[in-house]
Nanobody
Framework: QVQLVESGGGLVQAGGSLRLSCAAS????????MDWYRQAPGKERELVAS???????YYSDSAKGRFTISRDNAKQTVFLQMNSLKPEDTAVYYC????????WGQGTQVTVSS
């Protein structure tokens, strides 16, 4: 059974930092592209960052220069380091595994206060 479990969310003041983790199990992690998405209240889910099987990152415009995605294939975990957080970063953050199949985690809430 495949599981993606996000952690690391919470409440932080504007300008602060958080590090999200997504631990995967039940899949061959190294064969999957890993994505971080977010969904704010009343808005569509949007891609924040992605990392290829080889470790090449992609960032949305909103994430560039502030967020860093990384992966540890040995630990089957993908990370999202978020710095200089803004109130508009408030959302539920989800990780997604893309490969032979697609899997989603349950999400972790990030709230940035002004």
């Amino acid at each position: 059974q495949v599981q993606l479990v996000e952690s690391g969310g919470g409440l932080v003041q504007a300008g602060g930092s958080l590090r999200l983790s997504c631990a995967a199990s039940g899949l061959t992690f190294g064969t999957y592209v890993m994505d971080w998405y977010r969904q704010a209240p009343g808005k569509e889910r949007e891609l924040v960052a992605s990392i290829s099987r080889g470790g090449s990152p992609y960032y949305s415009d909103s994430a560039k220069g502030r967020f860093t995605i990384s992966r540890d294939n040995a630990k089957q975990t993908v990370f999202l380091q978020m710095n200089s957080l803004k109130p508009e970063d408030t959302a539920v953050y989800y990780c997604k595994a893309r490969g032979q199949y697609t899997y989603w985690g349950q999400g972790t809430q990030v709230t940035v206060s002004s």
